[in-house]
């Protein structure tokens, strides 16, 4: 225990990067600030410019079926799982910046079946909802009660949308086919005029179903305007346009629809040759919008039906378009993807777009990533440490930015989407970042490694060369982390000198080493300058030490080994662990001698490693044994990493440290001189894969598969201040404590003690004060004593009842606590004590006042006792005084006799 450093090692939270969305609804307000998004059982507001949370409404244990957000921003309507529909009063917090704060207004159960959709309109007043069972329902917000009931066949109902008719043509549905119409004609028109209000007249609500149908509703004589039966297939998105009095219908069956809304016949019918599961009016009705499988957004005129947007081929699986967000005068769209990620694209080329022009796809602004999915490897990017590099589990690397700012304009926020690394055909599993941060290296499933140049200035993120060789996916890679000297071409402009080579290593148990080139002729098909039949499992890790002359490979065959890089021979074997090698680290440059089991570390180096054995070992390059072994995680060990190593004047008062992350959601961090832990950070509720940590803050960066990454921050210095901090003011205040008895200030001694929670030094001074001589009309015995018991704060009041409380079930300190309780009785009225207001306190009065009464009865009880003891000793006494006496005399008696 001599050995163990007297800083104490601490990290905190600073920030996090969490998921926002995992598939369902999402939804907009009018002013394009607030983001609705579903999180499981959860709903969460975001600030879609600043990507800050601005509320989270935790859910009731099922999870939410549909969403919505009033265009307004001023009600937030969930439905869930359980059939229930929560609505929620939102508005600004007065005490936060921005924040977000919401009541629950009411809870309702809408439908027999889980309501499936839900939509709003203009004036944020009415709500419509849709379930499975082909009932659509109308509620007025604010009051929360049904305002019509409309009920077609027994079919799911796939869209709803609210509109309103121009003013002329509210009277003009006079060539609405027989079968569309509802007969009930019989009120007059002057009846009408009495009992229904002109200014609803032309309120509509489209609903489309699973059968293809969209159903008109009239909201002013609450009766079924029309039945639009064109589609075959699931009706996915409708929108109406005032300008071109149109209703539009899109559906899976891949074709949209423009409706003439006077005689609700078909104007057109575009074949859009994909299942279409996003539409919407753009440009004031001129173009549509539309999204589906192929993960496009296109543009249609409204005119012609003619695509305006040039040819683009189909994406992936994980980029189809399931969900689209339009709102008039905002000049984006949101696209949302299968993959839980949303597109913002730009609407502002369409400003001017003609009829007769063609324009390129739409720019995509920014993507929003709901959720990076599984975490399997991080690392920072740039000098700055800007950016973070990531893999997620996908084919694709996805790089965020660490900007502390609130930027907007160029949303470049923290944690904000900036770019991705596209090329792979399979799930990247390792990434490694070169000395820069401008080059980075990846390794896939799908047998390949690539190099990426990140150029973040000029908005270049792009693939270098591809290596292609191993027959195996690809587990493990390193590049060269040596700073070339300062005076060199590679250190003055890293992006125009790539690394000079790549190690692979592959679940084909070889290992490769590429050399790079710049020139464009090496590029194309790089080859490796040799191939190591390296272990007898998969190799899982490759790490190069700081002087580029050795590097450390681990495989599950529970070896390390350690070879040169120029000649690829082996030049060590670190056995010990009994089950596979998770990772590998050499000891930074600079890393002093540590003490193991058999003495200093001495001569080349240092080197970590963390294995399935639930256990970390630093080894000594000098011999290859085993310097110390850490215990203490409860699943294997994923990925260890070396502290930043302290500086010449630390050295004295901080150790080396090194940190690991283990499958059971920890990251421990370890004093690599005493082998102890020194603190263990909790933040994950899955695996933690992912370990990096920032070389001059120290923050440690992890990665879970819980889609989190936790920002650690080093609080070391802050604590050891604070500690010594509140150290010297607890011994000044001692002090003071001392000084107020001597000199008798008895009101600010009581109160110090209370505050330093001090309860002998309380108790002495109460002792003292019930022992001497009381003086005259005091009840404690001393009136000062008196005067501060009787004007103490509710909460120095409560905590001197805890103090009597415990010295009244001591017989010794008894005495002393029922006087001081007497006073306390005596000096307050029972009001204030009934009424006696706890902040924070983990026990209620009723619980104090409760043990004080029990323990003073059992005191009287035995007073009581005591007194009936005392009156038989005193008959006892009594008795043998009058036993002496006959004695005495029946002795004089005898000596008569005897004489």
């Known amino acids: 225990m001599a050995n163990k450093s007297p800083y104490q090692t601490t990290f905190e939270p600073e920030r996090t990067i969490q998921p926002i969305y995992t598939g369902g609804s999402v939804a907009l307000d009018n002013s394009g600030r607030i983001l609705a998004t579903t999180l499981g059982e959860d709903?969460?507001?975001?600030?879609?410019?600043?990507?800050?949370?601005l509320a989270r409404i935790e859910g009731d244990g099922e999870l939410i079926s549909t969403l919505t957000l009033t265009p307004s921003a001023s009600h937030l309507i969930i439905c869930s799982r359980s059939l229930s529909m929560r609505i929620y009063a939102l508005s600004a917090s007065p005490n936060a910046n921005l924040d977000l704060s919401y009541t629950l207004l009411r809870t309702l159960k809408p439908h027999t079946t889980p309501v499936v959709v839900l939509a709003v309109d203009q004036?944020?007043?009415?709500?419509?909802?849709?379930?499975?069972?082909?009932?659509?329902?109308?509620?007025?917000?604010?009051?929360?009660?049904?305002?019509?009931?409309?009920?077609g066949p027994n079919i799911l109902v796939s869209a709803l949308h609210f509109f309103e008719l121009v003013a002329n043509n509210r009277d003009e549905e006079s060539e609405i086919s027989s079968r569309n119409r509802k007969k009930d004609r019989r009120k007059s028109q002057g009846e009408e005029s009495e009992s229904q209000n002109e200014a609803t007249k032309g309120f509509r609500l489209a609903s489309g179903a699973q059968d293809g149908k969209v159903r008109v509703w009239d909201l002013f004589k609450s009766t079924c305007a029309s039945v639009l039966d064109s589609h075959v297939s699931d009706v996915r998105a409708l929108d109406y346009s005032p300008e071109d009095n149109a209703l539009l219908t899109a559906s899976r069956d891949k074709t949209i629809m423009w409706w003439d809304a006077r005689t609700w016949k078909v104007r057109r019918v575009v074949?859009?040759?994909?299942?279409?599961?996003?539409?919407?009016?753009v440009e004031s009705g001129r173009l549509v919008y539309t999204g589906g499988i192929n993960g496009n957004i296109r543009i249609w005129q409204s005119d012609n039906g003619r695509e305006v947007t040039k040819a683009q081929g189909a994406k992936s699986e994980a980029d189809s378009i399931v969900s689209g967000i339009h709102v008039p005068g905002l000049p984006f769209i949101i696209s949302v993807q299968s993959d839980h990620t949303m597109t913002v694209h730009s609407t502002?080329?369409?400003?001017?777009?003609?009829a007769s022009d063609t324009t390129s796809p739409l720019n995509e602004i920014r993507k929003i990533s709901g959720t990076h999915d599984e975490i399997i490897d991080l690392g920072y990017l740039l000098p700055d440490r800007s950016l973070l590099a990531l893999a997620t589990n996908s084919e694709e690397i996805r790089i965020v930015s660490l900007a502390q700012s609130g930027a907007t304009d160029d949303a470049t926020y923290f944690g904000a989407d900036v770019a991705q690394l596209k090329g792979h055909e399979d799930i990247v599993i390792c990434l490694d970042i070169d000395w820069s941060g401008h080059w980075i290296a990846t390794g896939a499933k799908d047998n390949t490694a690539r190099l990426w140049r990140i150029d973040p200035s000029n908005s270049s993120f792009s693939c270098f060369t591809t290596f292609t060789g191993h027959a195996e996916s690809l587990g493990a890679i390193g590049l060269p982390h040596s700073i070339p000297p300062e005076s060199s071409a590679a250190y003055k402009s890293p992006l125009e000198h790539p690394p000079s080579f790549l190690l692979t290593g592959s679940q084909d148990r070889t290992i490769k080493r590429w050399d790079i080139s710049s020139s464009e002729s090496a590029r194309r098909a790089p080859r490796?300058?040799?191939?190591?039949?390296?272990?007898?499992?998969?190799?899982?890790?490759?790490?190069?030490?700081?002087?580029?002359?050795?590097?450390?490979?681990?495989?599950?065959?529970?070896t390390v080994k350690i070879w040169s890089i120029e000649e690829g021979e082996v030049q060590g074997v670190l056995r010990g662990h009994r089950r596979g090698v998770w990772s590998v680290k050499f000891a930074p440059k600079g890393t002093p001698n540590i003490v193991g089991d058999s003495g200093p570390a001495a001569g080349r180096g240092l080197i970590l490693t963390g294995s399935g054995d639930k256990t970390i070992k630093i080894w000594s390059l000098s011999d290859y044994s085993c310097l110390r072994t850490f215990e203490g995680h409860t699943h294997s060990v994923l990925k260890v990493a070396w502290l930043k190593v302290p500086n010449q004047e630390e050295r004295g008062r901080r150790h080396v440290h090194v940190a690991s992350a283990g499958g059971d959601g920890l990251v421990k961090i370890w004093d690599a001189n005493t082998g102890e832990a020194a603190a263990t950070l909790d933040n994950h509720e899955d695996r933690v894969w992912a370990l990096t940590v920032h070389p001059v803050t120290?923050?440690?960066?992890?990665?879970?598969?819980?889609?989190?990454?936790?920002?650690?921050?080093?609080?070391?210095?802050?604590?050891?201040a604070a500690t010594t901090a509140a150290a010297t003011e607890f011994v000044e205040q001692e002090q003071q404590l001392q000084n107020y008895i001597h000199n008798g200030s008895y009101r600010s001694a009581i109160t110090l003690a209370l505050q330093l929670n001090h309860p002998a030094r309380l108790l002495s001074l109460f002792t003292t004060v019930t022992t001497k001589t009381p003086e005259e009309g005091s009840l404690s015995g001393l009136k000062a004593v008196d005067e501060v018991l009787s004007s103490l704060s509710d909460s120095q009041l409560f905590t001197l009842l805890l103090r009597l409380r415990d010295w009244n079930t001591n017989a010794r300190t008894a005495s002393v606590a029922q006087r001081i309780l007497w006073t306390v009785v005596k000096s307050y009225p029972a009001s204030r004590l009934s009424n006696l207001k706890v902040r924070g306190g983990k026990e209620s009065l009723k619980e104090v006042l409760d043990a004080l009464r029990v323990y003073t009865e059992r005191h009287y009880k035995r007073m009581e006792e005591l007194v009936d003891e005392s009156f038989l000793v005193e008959y006892t006494l009594r008795e043998m005084d009058?036993?002496?006496?006959?004695?005495?005399r029946l002795d004089g008696e005898l000596d008569g006799i005897m004489v």
């Open 271 to 281: 074949p859009v040759l994909e299942e279409v599961e996003a539409a919407g009016f």
């Open 882 to 888: 009058g036993l002496g006496f006959v004695d005495e």
């Open 698 to 720: 120290n923050t440690i960066v992890s990665g879970s598969g819980d889609s989190t990454i936790t920002f650690w921050k080093d609080t070391t210095s802050e604590t050891a």
């Open 123 to 151: 004036t944020s007043t009415l709500l419509a909802t849709g379930g499975a069972d082909g009932v659509v329902k109308v509620w007025d917000i604010s009051g929360g009660y049904v305002t019509h009931t409309f009920r």
């Open 43 to 53: 709903a969460l507001l975001t600030d879609l410019n600043t990507g800050r949370q």
């Open 528 to 558: 490796a300058i040799y191939t190591r039949k390296a272990h007898d499992k998969d190799i899982n890790a490759i790490d190069i030490d700081h002087s580029t002359q050795l590097f450390a490979s681990a495989s599950q065959d529970k």
């Open 348 to 354: 502002e080329p369409l400003r001017e777009l003609s």
